[in-house]
């Protein structure tokens, strides 16, 4: 037994049964995985991931609950991946200028490299009425987006702090660069002739952060919108 400062360092070798049902659990996020990005969650059986992931029935139930609770352990799985991409993004060593235009193309990266994962967190299974409550799988991807913005809001509000961009509200605009870059990546999935294609999405969200970039801009042409006075859009 090897020992330091008092305190024993032996490894702890995981129990057979604990590696088998860790064997069992990753069989099943695999085949729920494959299933769920292909048929959705509606059109996915659990029978049919059972199947699969060489299981009984009984097994998924088991480990994960319920076919809700499977789909929620693959949503945390897509949230953990789509961190990563995001937190290299808002590293501190980036100026916050430098944040927002990396988080666009992480964004971006995310959704080329791992699209699956993307459609389910853009577009939520649950088919709710406006004032239902949210299911717990469509509030844990509404908490992702709320975050998401609050960063980005937050690297807005020290750019505004910095003099790099004009004064503007933080979460209006993240709340806009967010929706922005959401739906214009989802227009890639589209079946239709609106649908922009994949050599062009690239392009398309270049042209955007132009746009934007010129947009917050603290530097405004004399003429230019955002140097006259806003005034507010009256409904009729």
Do not use: C
């Not at 509606?42 to 049919?48: A, F, N, P, R, V």
């Not at 992480?106 to 459609?119: I, K, S």
């Not at 967190?121 to 998401?148: G, H, M, N, S, W």
């Not at 509200?169 to 589209?190: C, H, Q």
């Amino acid at each position: 037994m090897a020992m330091g400062e008092g305190r024993s360092t032996v490894t702890q070798v995981p129990r057979r049964s604990d590696r088998r049902k860790a064997a069992t659990s990753a069989a099943i996020m695999k085949a729920a995985e494959r299933n769920f990005i292909d048929k959705g969650f509606h059109g996915t059986k659990i029978e049919d991931i059972a199947s699969e992931a060489d299981v009984a029935t009984g097994s998924i139930y088991v480990h994960f609950g319920s076919k809700e609770g499977l789909y929620l352990a693959l949503i945390e799985r897509a949230l953990e991946v789509e961190e990563r991409y995001l937190a290299a993004a808002f590293d501190e060593v980036r100026t916050p200028a430098e944040q927002l235009v990396a988080a666009g193309d992480a964004y971006l990266r995310f959704y080329v490299e791992h699209p699956g994962y993307f459609r389910m967190l853009a577009f939520p299974y649950f088919d709710t009425k406006p004032k239902a409550k949210l299911a717990p799988i469509a509030k844990r991807v509404a908490q992702l987006a709320e975050a998401q913005i609050a960063r980005l809001a937050q690297a807005i509000g020290e750019a505004v702090e910095a003099g790099i961009v004009r004064e503007v509200d933080p979460t209006r605009a993240a709340k806009f660069m967010w929706g922005a870059w959401v739906g214009v990546i989802s227009l890639n999935l589209r079946p239709d002739r609106l649908r922009i294609k994949d050599d062009e999405l690239a392009s398309v969200l270049a042209e955007g952060r132009a746009m934007i970039s010129f947009g917050l801009s603290a530097v405004q042409p004399a003429g230019s919108p955002s140097r006259r006075k806003r005034r507010g859009i009256k409904r009729r």
